[in-house]
């Protein structure tokens, strides 16, 4: 049969429903279902600038649906006129690496398919987020026309006819007028990782008496982490481990924290077998740093990386500046006072960094979610950390614990964590949140775990590029000692809800900068439980998860 194109009729699955800001997330099963992929990708291509005689690159984290996934949206941006379109062996590309790929032929966009962190399987999630030109998420702007379209969607256009997509070998083939370029997914990654990174120093390293763990933990970094740290940097085989994409991500949840990630934590922080350790999520853009006996919270990664940047080649010219998510602790602040850096403060979602960095603003940025990255794409990039610690490694030779230990001496310590409560019911989870929104004006010069509280507020930011206002981005109850806690519901879950507390307390170096962070910030844990009732809302004795 021919290849045709086909307008199928239908009524939006999205008329009650809008998908999120950085994409749609769902399950797996929501997925299968009948013309709900097809619907957000038509939207999609509907309102996307340059779709017609435009390239396009498609690819994901390789969990249940990838494939399948791909082969629609091919056969949809050819009914729609895409001239070009790119994508990886196996369909297996991270997110970092998809933002290079963009960037570097010149693409209108890309569709990345993952659901990030969360777990895979035909009873695990699936997401597609759309990202612009310049590699990054696209802006508000465009999602808020992908949400307009589906809220009218009558129909979509595909090509029928066409034989399935051979995605097993690097090559070229044709989808109708369309050509689709399969190529391999790692190689211009691993290239630009070579331009930023000192690849002889890093393999130095790791050849000697330096032994590491990476856990791919069953998702897309990999075959990149094996590539690079056994194939080029000479580390020795075995030492990426769960590095084999599956589908279901065998099984585990693919988030690289020490609840999830919990058994490089124990080869890390419960023996002296391995000297650096680090961990990435489902779709690559996360990282975990891990020293000897030592967790690297990722608030302090970004504050490390800043203080050390000019070690690494790409960045030995300095910085332009560096920027943190609101939730984010202010140690990268500090570093940056102190180096003369300019520093922003974002609400969380990296297309503020993309604004911030498109702009020349800023090199570095972080969110304290285990996401890092810099100027060299407009994602945040886990491997690229790793790269990064390695190469400070090289260069200073001394321990992670020690790195650390010099740093707080230096700049003093921000204790830090973020206590996450998931899967509560959304109606209590909202309830709690509003309560705390209307006592707000009211607690401002109350008495708050032994200090005072001094301003009380929903974050707000005014974006210093393109001037537009993003409100409503979290509560904030800010002490009059510098510490704070900070609470958020998030919708990167698929059931319930899930209520971030992030909880944070200067020590200045010549203070006590050996405690535990969690006995540190003890009084500021049970004066936000006593003032917002998380324990008794939530029914929750204890958070999900603590970083």
Known sequence: MAATVQQISLSSPFADQKPGTSGLRKSSKQFETPHYLESFIESSLRVLPGVAGGTLVVGGDGRYG??????????????????????????????????????QNGAIGGVILSASH??????????????????????????????????????????????????????????????????????????LMQKLFDFDAIGDLLRGDFPIAFDAMHAVTGPYATRILEGLLGAPAGTVRNGTPLEDFG????????????????????????????????????????????????????????????????????????????????????????????????????????????????????????????????????????????????????????IMAEHWNRFGRHYYSRHDYEAIASEAAHGLYKRVKEMQPALVGQAFAGRTIATADDFAYTDPVDGSLTSGQGLRLLLDDGSRVVLRLSGTGTQGATLRVYLESYVPPSGNLAQDPQAALGDLINAIDALAEIKARTGMDRPTVIT
């Open 66 to 103: 990838n494939r399948r996934a791909i082969g629609v949206i091919a056969r949809m941006a050819a009914a729609h006129g895409v001239a070009r379109l790119i994508t990886t062996t196996g369909g297996i590309l991270s997110t970092p690496a998809a933002s290079h790929l963009i960037r």
């Open 118 to 191: 969360n777990p895979g399987g035909p009873e695990g999630d699936f997401g597609v987020k759309i990202n612009g030109a310049n590699g990054g998420p696209t802006p508000e702007s465009i999602t808020d026309a992908i949400f307009a379209v589906t809220q009218t969607l009558d129909g979509y256009r595909i090509l029928e006819g066409t034989p399935e997509l051979a995605l097993d070998q690097p090559g070229s083939q044709q989808l109708g007028a369309m050509t689709v370029e399969v190529v391999d997914g790692v190689e211009a990654y691993v290239a």
């Open 251 to 402: 099984g585990g949840h693919p988030d690289p924290n020490l609840t999830y990630a919990h058994e490089l934590a124990e080869l890390l922080l419960g023996s002296d077998a391995y000297r650096f350790g680090a961990a990435c999520d489902g779709d690559g853009d996360r990282n975990m740093i891990l020293g000897q006996r030592c967790f690297v919270n990722p608030s302090d990664s970004l504050a490390v990386l800043t203080a050390n940047a000019t070690l690494a080649p790409g960045y030995a010219d300095g910085l332009a500046g560096v920027a943190r998510s609101m939730p984010t602790s202010a140690a990268a602040d500090v570093v940056a006072k102190d180096l003369g850096l300019p520093c922003y403060e974002t609400p969380t979602g990296w297309k503020f960094f993309g604004n911030l960095l498109d702009a020349g603003r800023i090199t570095l940025c972080g969110e304290e979610s285990f996401g890092t990255g810099s100027n060299h794409i407009r994602e945040k990039d886990g491997l690229w950390a790793v790269l990064f610690w390695l190469n400070i490694l090289a260069r200073r030779r001394e321990p992670v614990a020690q």
